[in-house]
C-alpha cells in the first residue's frame, strides 16, 4: 500500500485546510485510517482515525475542529482542519493499517505551518 499526502501549506490562525490522503489501493480494503502529526522536538502522535469506513475518533485538541472522512470512488481520506492554532504546526502524515495479518504503512508527511 502506497500512501501520497497533500494539502499542506501555511495558514493564520483561524484559517482551514484540508489534507489528502490518496492511497494505491482501495481504501474500503484498508481496516483503519489515520492521521498523525509530529511537531518538531516532539513525538508522533495521533490526531484522528476511521475504521472500517465508519467509526471515526480524534485527540482531545481536535475534537470539534477537525473532521476525517474517506471518499471510497477516490481511494483517499481527507482531514478537514478548521480553528486552526499554532499549536497544531507540525508534520501530517497519513497512516493505513490493515489487521490480518497486522501491517502498517505510512505515507510521506505534509507541513501544516499556522502563523499566529
Known amino acids: 500500500v502506497q500512501l501520497q499526502a497533500s494539502g499542506g501549506g501555511l495558514v493564520q490562525a483561524g484559517g482551514s485546510l484540508r489534507l489528502s490522503c490518496a492511497a494505491s489501493v482501495s481504501i474500503s480494503s484498508i481496516n483503519s485510517l489515520a492521521w498523525y502529526r509530529q511537531a518538531p522536538g516532539n513525538q508522533r502522535e495521533l490526531v484522528a482515525t476511521?475504521?472500517?469506513?465508519?467509526?471515526?475518533n480524534y485527540q482531545p485538541s481536535a475534537k470539534g475542529r477537525f473532521t476525517i472522512s474517506g471518499d471510497n470512488a477516490r481511494n483517499t481520506v481527507y482531514l478537514q482542519m478548521n480553528s486552526l492554532k499554532p499549536e497544531d504546526t507540525a508534520v501530517y502524515y497519513c497512516?493505513?493499517?490493515?489487521?490480518?495479518?497486522?501491517?502498517?504503512?505510512w505515507g510521506k508527511g505534509t507541513l501544516v505551518t499556522v502563523s499566529s
Open positions: 497512516n493505513a493499517k490493515i489487521w490480518r495479518p497486522l501491517r502498517h504503512y
Open positions: 476511521i475504521t472500517n469506513g465508519a467509526a471515526t
